[in-house]
């Protein structure tokens, strides 16, 4: 029963997370909150200056990664908030397996979108940039970058996908970042948009600016 419990609190926590990370992202992260304007500081003003969809996206001086990952106290606040529905139906369960199971699944959440954010946007030729799941990751979060309103999960875009903002692909071409790890993410209806995946586009001059 105890096992039960905790692989039922694991497995439901990451679908959970997926719902806690886009309801975060959209409404504190780039929405400003008048008593806690700092994850939209942070986020909206600071990480999305800096990184664009173009050839920014990817660091481009010394010192600018220190924007790519949250503040080092943001992991434990946010395992800990993500975990209070969980604590509760714990105590109605009358064990703490449940809860255990979901702070073990938060906290590897976290953890992996920590992992993938830094290496999207510092890429280093690390084996999981050479797997084909993080290749659709980071195009959808470049799309973010372009679209500040889609895309809003980096981990499992299963809440883009059931709250209707999920994009696949631009609408209009525009100068995207280019890479080993970065698809082609431009409309489909052009010669230049099936080049194989990394190879930089040729250059269009009525292409909108990012």
């Not at 694991?10 to 959970?16: E, L, R, T």
């Not at 304007?37 to 660091?59: C, E, G, M, N, Q």
């Not at 064990?95 to 890429?123: D, T």
């Not at 903002?165 to 431009?186: E, H, K, M």
């Amino acid at each position: 029963m105890q096992l039960a419990l905790f692989v039922v609190g694991f497995f439901s926590a990451i679908v959970y997370g997926s719902f806690f990370e886009w309801a975060l992202h959209r409404f504190l992260m780039h929405k400003r909150i008048p008593f806690f304007p700092y994850p939209f500081k942070a986020h909206a003003l600071v990480h999305h200056r800096l990184f664009k969809a173009d050839f920014t996206y990817h660091v481009q001086r010394p010192g600018d990664e220190a924007d790519i990952p949250m503040a080092w106290w943001n992991g434990p606040a946010l395992v800990a908030v993500a975990s209070l529905p969980f604590a509760a139906a714990s105590a109605w369960a009358g064990s703490v397996w449940l809860v255990g199971g979901a702070a073990l699944a938060i906290a590897a959440y976290y953890g992996a979108y920590e992992y993938l954010h830094w290496c999207m946007h510092k890429p280093r030729d690390r084996r999981v940039e050479r797997a084909g799941l993080f290749f659709r990751l980071n195009g959808h979060h470049l799309l973010h970058h372009r679209y500040m309103g889609k895309n809003f999960n980096v981990v499992l875009p299963l809440a883009d996908l059931c709250l209707r903002t999920l994009l696949a692909r631009s609408p209009v071409r525009f100068a995207q970042a280019t890479g080993p790890s970065v698809p082609n993410v431009q409309p489909l209806h052009t010669t230049e948009d099936r080049h194989p995946p990394g190879r930089p586009l040729a250059h269009c001059p009525t292409a909108p600016t990012p």
